[in-house]
C-alpha cells in the first residue's frame, strides 16, 4: 500500500529537508554520468541551501512538497519567473523549474500531480506559456512531456561541473 502523502506548501523550516531532497533525487537519477567533484560542486552550486533559501523567501517562486506520514520529504516542485534560455519567449513566461520524486514513490502519478500544480499556478499568473528543460538522455521524462503536449523548442549546453550535458528546451502553450 502506498504510504499517505500530504502536499502543501514548503515552508522556510523545511530548508534543511528539501536541500537534503534535492540533492538525493538528482543523485538517485543522474550521479552514474558524473564524476564525483563535478557532482559535488554542481549539488552545492545548483541545490545547495542559498538557492533554496532565496526561492523559499520570493513570492515570484512556487515551492510545494510531498511529506509523507512521518513528516519526511518525498518529492517537491519549483516554478518560477522564466530563467531558461528561451528565444522570443513571451512576455510573463514561467519555468517549471523541477519536479523530483523519490525513487520509493515514483510511478504513482506524484510527477504528474505536481505537473498539473505548476500548470494550474502559471495560468493563475496569466503565463501565457511555460518552459522546462530536461536532459536529452532522460527518456522516461521526455515521454512524459511529449504526452502532455510540450513541444521542444531548441537545445542548449547545461554544465555540470566540467561536465557538459544536451538539454532539451521544452514550451507548452497555456
Not at 523550516?13 to 540533492?23: G, H, R, T, Y
Not at 510511478?107 to 504528474?112: D, F, M, N, T
Request: net charge negative; glycine share 6%; hydrophobic share 45%.
Amino acid at each position: 500500500m502506498a504510504p499517505a502523502l500530504t502536499i502543501r506548501d514548503a515552508l522556510p523550516e523545511d530548508l534543511p529537508a528539501l536541500v537534503a531532497l534535492s540533492k538525493k533525487t538528482f543523485s538517485d537519477k543522474f550521479a552514474r554520468l558524473y564524476n564525483p567533484e563535478d557532482l559535488a560542486a554542481f549539488l552545492e552550486e545548483s541545490h545547495g541551501e542559498a538557492n533554496y533559501r532565496k526561492w523559499l523567501a520570493d513570492p515570484d517562486v512556487l515551492v510545494r512538497v510531498a511529506e509523507d506520514e512521518t513528516g519526511a520529504l518525498k518529492a517537491y516542485l519549483l516554478c518560477s519567473p522564466l530563467a531558461l534560455p528561451a528565444e522570443n519567449p513571451k512576455p510573463g513566461a514561467v519555468e517549471l523549474k523541477r519536479v523530483y520524486v523519490d525513487a520509493s514513490l515514483q510511478g504513482r502519478g506524484l510527477g504528474s500531480r505536481f505537473i498539473d500544480e505548476a500548470l494550474a499556478w502559471a495560468r493563475g499568473r496569466g503565463a501565457p506559456e511555460i518552459y522546462l528543460s530536461v536532459f536529452s538522455e532522460n527518456f522516461e521524462a521526455r515521454r512524459l512531456y511529449d504526452r502532455l503536449g510540450w513541444e521542444k523548442v531548441s537545445e542548449f549546453i547545461f554544465p555540470v561541473g566540467r561536465h557538459r550535458d544536451l538539454e532539451f528546451l521544452m514550451r507548452l502553450p497555456l
